[in-house]
């Protein structure tokens, strides 16, 4: 069973950075995809990054495309959010999401795992 644990998210101004972590359980997590999504309230969730399973491929979606950078530590099995310039349209909560094979996918319902979620506010 895979277990994934969001953390970081909080409260911030707009132009301030965050950075979120998910701490992923899963024995293979060096073979898959990850993945960040988002949900605004009222809002459907979106794909925000991805990762490939080495880390060398990422896929963005536009509206944070050179704000964000996503990441990954294999050895520790976590896979990062880098946020930047954020704005009060990013808020959200935002979810983890491993897949089950290293295809950069953009569609949730590609991925198999997901984490709670952690809120992320940010204020004008």
């Known amino acids: 069973q895979v277990l994934l644990v969001e953390s970081g998210g909080g409260l911030v101004q707009a132009g301030d950075s965050l950075r979120l972590s998910c701490a992923d359980s899963k024995r293979t997590f060096s073979r898959t995809v990850m993945g960040w999504f988002r949900q605004a309230p009222g809002e459907e969730r979106e794909f925000v990054a991805a990762v490939s399973g080495s880390g060398a491929a990422t896929s963005y979606a536009d509206s944070v495309k050179g704000r964000c950078t996503i990441s990954r530590d294999n050895a520790e099995k976590t896979v990062y959010l880098q946020m930047t310039s954020m704005r009060p349209e990013d808020t959200a909560v935002y979810y983890c999401?491993?897949?089950?094979?290293?295809?950069?996918?953009?569609?949730?319902?590609?991925?198999?795992?997901w984490g709670q979620g952690t809120q992320v506010t940010v204020s004008s």
């Open positions: 999401a491993a897949g089950s094979d290293d295809i950069l996918y953009t569609h949730e319902n590609e991925y198999d795992f």
